[in-house]
């Protein structure tokens, strides 16, 4: 009634000793009780325990495999527990085996990749052996997708950080460089606004200049006299011949040189500045600047 | 003579990550097996795949989808597909088993080991370069003698460890990591 299986593989053999469960029906090939396993090892000690080990060790290998399949080399079982296994370099692999006894140092068994997979392949097969009807059955070890967080651990941190370090340097160097460029020229807004009456700029100021053309302060300034050269610029900004008296503004004084029709008087509303001289009316607020008038003839 | 799934690994499609190492792994086997292409073939037909894979231009397609290769198809396959290669794989490590073994092993003289090691190289090299596309980093990676080993190892290593019917499970979830 004895019934012995035997898994093997080029360096390891398991032997399992047991009994079929009569009470369950059990036919007379099968296995239903396990009274010993012993597992042979080419060259090292051989190892001798009760189902409870045989089920620590399932437990702890095959999780290992399978974390090690995916690069991902991390210790399985605890120090209370009987069988222990970790990474002990590479291809290296340290199972540790804890006594029963009392007072018995725990044995410890480096295997390679071969002897580990060897290992695998007879726990495998112990496990998916049809005639082995054990009651309760040995658990079935989890075999799910690693996490992507599991993954990363597995890296070695100065890979892990080079996307990181490496993007936040480039920015930095970015920056850096475009803060070494200089800066481009202000350029004139295109779009004229309409422009609110200037605020009386203090004396000594040059007058204020605006894409709306202002008309100038005083009186003097409405009446502009004839022969002064005036040219517009494509955006309709009057700009005064460079002349030794112009100012660095550009803009031709009021006082200063031949007087001529400036773009001002142009578009001076109707009745301008000499209509009311004491309270200048200021320009309509437009949402278009408005269309230049016609330029009226030079006076003589 | 489909074989049942386990309940434990849900049943899904892997992902362009899984389907590029599981056309590498069955491209070591053919590196390690000068007939590993025709013994797909016939491994599909006895494990029960004769209809999913009636020749080898339908098995090549599907491993077409890897997009390493050179002539890289578009789209994904479902799982029954990618299950079924899976199975190949794992029959086609087992049968292979000794060599994988024989390149893992520490036990024999490393000159030995080192020359098994050369020649596996020097035929996968051969494949990747026939078959993928060179300017693809992770071909390139492999193809170096030196900076490739690691991952050659670690294909040889899965290989060793998925072989059987045991380790069906163990695969399939391997190439089913991150969420894949």
Same mark, same amino acid.
């Given at each position: 009634?004895?019934?012995?299986?035997?898994?093997?593989?080029?360096?390891?053999?398991?032997?399992?000793?047991?009994?079929?469960?009569?009470?369950?029906?059990?036919?007379?090939?099968?296995?239903?009780?396990?009274?010993?396993?012993?597992?042979?090892?080419?060259?090292?000690?051989?190892?001798?325990?009760?189902?409870?080990?045989?089920?620590?060790?399932?437990?702890?290998?095959?999780?290992?495999?399978?974390?090690?399949?995916?690069?991902?080399?991390?210790?399985?079982?605890?120090?209370?527990?009987?069988?222990?296994?970790?990474?002990?370099?590479?291809?290296?692999?340290?199972?540790?085996?804890?006594?029963?006894?009392?007072?018995?140092?725990?044995?410890?068994?480096?295997?390679?990749?071969?002897?580990?997979?060897?290992?695998?392949?007879?726990?495998?097969?112990?496990?998916?052996?049809?005639?082995?009807?054990?009651?309760?059955?040995?658990?079935?070890?989890?075999?799910?997708?690693?996490?992507?967080?599991?993954?990363?651990?597995?890296?070695?941190?100065?890979?892990?950080?080079?996307?990181?370090?490496?993007?936040?340097?480039?920015?930095?160097?970015?920056?850096?460089?475009?803060?070494?460029?200089?800066?481009?020229?202000?350029?004139?807004?295109?779009?004229? $606004?309409?422009?609110?009456?200037?605020?009386? @700029? =203090? %004396? +000594?100021? &040059?007058?204020?200049?605006?894409?709306? *053309?202002? #008309? !100038?302060?005083?009186?003097?300034?409405?009446?502009?006299?004839?022969?002064?050269?005036?040219?517009?610029?494509?955006?309709?900004?009057?700009?005064?011949?460079?002349?030794?008296?112009?100012?660095?503004?550009?803009?031709?004084?009021?006082?200063?040189?031949?007087? $001529?029709?400036?773009?001002?008087?142009?578009? @001076? =509303? %109707? +009745?301008? &500045?000499?209509?009311?001289?004491?309270? *200048?009316? #200021? !320009?309509?607020?437009?949402?278009?600047?408005?269309?230049?008038?016609?330029?009226?003839?030079?006076?003589? | 003579?489909?074989?049942?799934?386990?309940?434990?690994?849900?049943?899904?499609?892997?992902?362009?990550?899984?389907?590029?190492?599981?056309?590498?792994?069955?491209?070591?086997?053919?590196?390690?097996?000068?007939?590993?292409?025709?013994?797909?073939?016939?491994?599909?037909?006895?494990?029960?795949?004769?209809?999913?894979?009636?020749?080898?231009?339908?098995?090549?397609?599907?491993?077409?989808?890897?997009?390493?290769?050179?002539?890289?198809?578009?789209?994904?396959?479902?799982?029954?597909?990618?299950?079924?290669?899976?199975?190949?794989?794992?029959?086609?490590?087992?049968?292979?088993?000794?060599?994988?073994?024989?390149?893992?092993?520490?036990?024999?003289?490393?000159?030995?080991?080192?020359?098994?090691?050369?020649?596996?190289?020097?035929?996968?090299?051969?494949?990747?370069?026939?078959?993928?596309?060179?300017?693809?980093?992770?071909?390139?990676?492999?193809?170096?003698?030196?900076?490739?080993?690691?991952?050659?190892?670690?294909?040889?290593?899965?290989?060793?460890?998925?072989?059987?019917?045991?380790?069906?499970?163990?695969?399939?979830?391997?190439?089913?990591?991150?969420?894949?």
């Amino acid at each position: 009634m004895k019934q012995t299986l035997v898994y093997g593989q080029q360096s390891c053999r398991l032997q399992l000793e047991g009994l079929p469960d009569v009470s369950a029906g059990q036919a007379g090939d099968a296995l239903g009780i396990i009274t010993s396993w012993t597992l042979v090892w080419a060259g090292r000690p051989e190892l001798e325990g009760r189902r409870e080990h045989l089920v620590a060790l399932i437990n702890v290998v095959l999780p290992y495999a399978r974390y090690l399949m995916s690069g991902v080399a991390r210790p399985f079982g605890e120090p209370d527990q009987p069988i222990e296994i970790a990474p002990a370099g590479p291809g290296d692999h340290l199972l540790r085996l804890r006594s029963s006894e009392s007072g018995v140092e725990p044995l410890e068994v480096h295997l390679d990749d071969a002897e580990l997979a060897d290992l695998v392949r007879v726990l495998d097969a112990l496990r998916l052996d049809p005639r082995l009807h054990l009651q309760p059955p040995l658990s079935e070890p989890l075999v799910q997708p690693l996490r992507r967080r599991e993954l990363l651990q597995a890296e070695p941190l100065a890979r892990r950080l080079a996307a990181p370090v490496g993007g936040l340097a480039a920015v930095a160097l970015t920056a850096g460089l475009s803060a070494l460029a200089p800066l481009p020229a202000p350029v004139p807004s295109r779009t004229a $606004t309409p422009a609110s009456p200037a605020p009386s @700029a =203090p %004396a +000594g100021l &040059p007058p204020q200049r605006t894409a709306m *053309p202002q #008309p !100038p302060l005083g009186l003097d300034a409405a009446k502009p006299a004839p022969g002064t050269p005036t040219s517009a610029t494509p955006s309709g900004l009057p700009l005064t011949a460079p002349g030794p008296a112009s100012p660095p503004s550009g803009l031709t004084p009021a006082s200063q040189g031949p007087k $001529t029709s400036s773009a001002a008087d142009r578009l @001076a =509303p %109707a +009745g301008g &500045p000499s209509a009311l001289p004491d309270a *200048p009316i #200021p !320009p309509p607020r437009t949402l278009f600047p408005p269309t230049p008038p016609p330029v009226p003839a030079a006076r003589p | 003579m489909s074989q049942a799934l386990s309940p434990s690994t849900p049943s899904r499609p892997l992902s362009r990550r899984g389907i590029e190492r599981l056309d590498l792994m069955l491209l070591c086997t053919e590196a390690l097996d000068f007939n590993g292409g025709e013994a797909m073939v016939w491994m599909s037909q006895h494990l029960g795949y004769g209809e999913l894979f009636p020749n080898r231009v339908e098995l090549w397609k599907r491993r077409c989808h890897n997009p390493l290769r050179r002539a890289c198809r578009r789209g994904s396959l479902d799982s029954t597909e990618t299950d079924a290669l899976i199975r190949i794989l794992c029959t086609m490590a087992d049968r292979l088993y000794p060599m994988l073994r024989g390149l893992l092993s520490t036990a024999e003289a490393p000159e030995v080991i080192d020359q098994r090691w050369q020649l596996f190289q020097s035929r996968l090299a051969d494949l990747l370069r026939e078959r993928m596309n060179p300017r693809r980093s992770s071909v390139q990676t492999l193809l170096d003698s030196q900076t490739g080993h690691r991952q050659r190892r670690a294909m040889v290593q899965t290989l060793a460890l998925g072989a059987g019917p045991g380790g069906f499970e163990r695969l399939r979830a391997c190439l089913m990591d991150g969420g894949a």
